[in-house]
């Protein structure tokens, strides 16, 4: 059964909640079998009016009428919401836990079983659809589950498979990748005062830019290296803003803070 016919449950039903809703529906999924609790009455009915979907403020609801389980909680949240999962556990349900930091071991520590478990990372441009999501398996978890996972996800953007040691270098890459360009674009800002037209339109403008670029990087084949090449002439502009970056070594700088990052991320999993 294609995971479109199952019913999917959420437990959260905030803003990731939210834009995977969203998608699914967009997608075709039919708001009937789509259930999502939390204890907050005003992300229910926002739920309920915008989509159609069943809400409810009973976690165990929807632990019995799920297929799919989707943990779309907080990482602080999550091992309470487990331990009440516990109870009523089926090997029947996919779970999937989009929690950031929290290892499939702690999960299954937790529901010590033989329960099947997907870990997954989208991005914030997931609310726009337009997000990637990093998948791992445990090991319980079969080639029709990954499928599901990945249709699931599709509905907001991209989907990739990597094994889940590898995911506090996707953390610090892509998951927080997106606060790196909106780093980028504030500092054009900055770059930019002498510009005298407003800063609405100044922000448009480089945000556009930055958009068409990531276009054409991704519909080219040559690399992005050779694409910079392109675009720089021997003695021109862009060539003197390339050698002050190399100067003040740009490249190595964004290396190290992904490093950084990513050892955090570790960090902050193994506590």
Known sequence: MKVMDKRVGFIGAGNMASAL???????????ENIIASSPGKNHLDFLSDNFGVKTSNNNELVFKESEVLIFAVKPNILKTVLEEYKNISSEEVLLISVASGFKIADIETILSSEQRII????NTPASIGSGVTAISLNKNATGDDQQNAEDLFSCVGEVVYIQEREMDLYTALIGSGPAYVFYLIESLLDSSSEMEMDEETKKNMIASMIAGSAKLALMNENSPEKLRENVTSPGGVTQRAIEEFEKNGMKKTIIEAIEAAANKSKELGDN
Do not use: E, L, T
């Open 119 to 122: 870990r997954a990372m989208p």
């Open 21 to 31: 809703i969203s998608g699914m529906i967009s997608a075709g999924f039919k708001p």
